[in-house]
């Protein structure tokens, strides 16, 4: 059984257009994380958010745990090239350091 | 070393056979993951080490896979008598716990591609 589920699966968009990623769970976790992978290498983390409600900033992407702790959201302004990759969700319950990842999603930016 | 290394990075296999993966986690690092990636998807949990225990095998397939950790250091997973279902990039992490409300931070290798035939 997949814990985190990502929306949408593949992304493919224009340069300068903005998008949202989704990761949605019926379970709480304690923290939650924002991971890019591109091909032949393994996942990079780029935030963790431990607060519901937190937004975090990251130069155009911005980061949202929903206020139950139970969602997050990734939203990249003004896409570039360079921002293409898969991205991945991980989060871990209270008490445990087990980090379950979401399903991915694919996304491509067009020059 | 300065990251996670991972050998073999590419192994070719005869379905039966054995294998065995290595991770050479950052040094330090008290954690130790593993996780399996099947082409174009998303992690799928295996195992984790903290030190030389493992507080959950729960991710772990079958009992043709298991791992182990010396100390605080090298970790080897291996699976007997392969299947072809079992073709993937096998992906090992390490972690220290980082500064978000003890949120551990995963720094990945780069991974062991596993193809049986």
Redesign the interface.
Known sequence: T?LLE?SPQFLSIQEGENLTVYCNSSSVF??L?W?RQEP??????LV????GGEVKKLKRLTFQFGDARKDSSLHITAAQPGDTGLY?C?G?KSG?????????T?LKVLA | GAG?SQSPSNKVTEKGKDVELRCDPISGHT?L?W?RQRL??????LI?F?GNSA??KSGLPSDRFSAERTGESVSTLTIQRTQQEDSAVY?C?S?SR?N????????????SRLTVL
């Open positions: 997949q990502q304690s923290s994380q991971y032949g290498e393994g996942p990079v983390l963790t958010v431990v607060t991945l991980a871990a445990t350091y087990k980090y379950i990842f979401g399903t991915g694919r | 996670v954690a993951y996780y174009g998807q998303g992690l799928e949990f984790y903290q507080p959950d992906l992490a972690s980082g978000r409300g003890g949120a551990w931070e995963l720094f990945f290798g780069e991974g």
